[in-house]
């Protein structure tokens, strides 16, 4: 009989692969899952983190894993980021039976080792919050993106931290819930694609382009009639009383004032 073991607080890791066996045989399956396991473990390298002790309950179109005390941010920072990387490069030399597109979810919570597996609510969390439809969404309609990755609220304040340059305004808060199982977690999911679309609306603000090194039309001439101009390479020809350049780092172009501007 197995000895009783402490409660603990873990942070608990899930990884699936988007539509693993649709359209793959066991060939392409089997390649996806030796190219999945060495990508996790050089990106979890890269990230200073040791997977050799991460206690692992493969699924083979993915994993959970349970983390032993680490730095987290490197878990939703470098580590994911490194993936990221790793995916894109691969996805781009292969098809479709061979690319790898994935879901991941982080989550701090309640466990304890038991005869089969773990008890407790943290892998329980993690399990709902991995095959969330909203998180199947946002990497099913990011067509660029490799990675997405949702957090719980007990993970978020990891994020807030700053650490290794996490930006939590790339964050987009969601509510995940699942009725028949009685389930119901706030969350935030950060698919690569939508960062670039601008921070939500409670973040920080979304710094605009840089000013534009033109300088304004003159109020007259945006007043006045259409004017026609005229660019003969790096050469000009300025000929009339009337006549004015409006210059611009770019392109040069000779106007002539019409007879309602006299």
């Not at 479709?96 to 919570?109: T, V, W, Y």
Request: charged letters at 25%.
């Amino acid at each position: 009989m197995m000895p009783e073991t402490p409660l603990v607080s873990r942070c608990v890791i899930g990884i699936d692969v988007e539509k693993y066996s649709v359209g793959r045989r066991i060939r392409q399956q089997d390649g996806v899952q030796r190219t999945l396991d060495t990508m996790l473990s050089q990106s979890a390298e890269s990230a200073g983190l040791d997977r050799t002790i991460w206690d692992r309950l493969p699924a083979g179109d993915g994993e959970m894993a349970v983390l032993p005390e680490c730095d987290l941010t490197t878990v939703v920072g470098g580590f994911v980021r490194d993936l990221d990387d790793r995916l894109a490069v691969h996805n781009e030399d292969h098809g479709p039976g061979m690319q790898i597109k994935l879901r991941m979810a982080a989550h701090i919570g309640l466990l304890k080792r038991s005869p089969l597996g773990y008890a407790g609510p943290a892998l329980v969390v993690l399990s709902r919050l991995l095959n969330a439809d909203e998180l199947r969404r946002a990497l099913r309609n990011a067509e660029d993106t490799h990675l997405a990755l949702i957090v719980s609220s007990s993970m978020f304040p990891v994020v807030e931290s700053g650490g290794l340059g996490l930006r939590p305004w790339t964050f987009r808060k969601i509510e995940v819930v699942d009725d028949a199982k009685g389930f119901s977690e706030v969350a935030y999911i950060h698919p690569a694609n939508e960062v670039a679309a601008g921070r939500p609306s409670d973040g920080p603000p979304v710094p605009g382009p840089p000013p534009s090194r033109e300088p304004a039309a003159p109020a007259e001439e945006k007043a006045g009639k259409e004017r026609s101009g005229t660019m003969i390479g790096t050469q000009w020809n300025i000929s009339g009383p009337d006549a004015r350049i409006n210059h611009s780092d770019r392109d040069m172009y000779l106007f002539e004032t019409t007879a309602d501007d006299a």
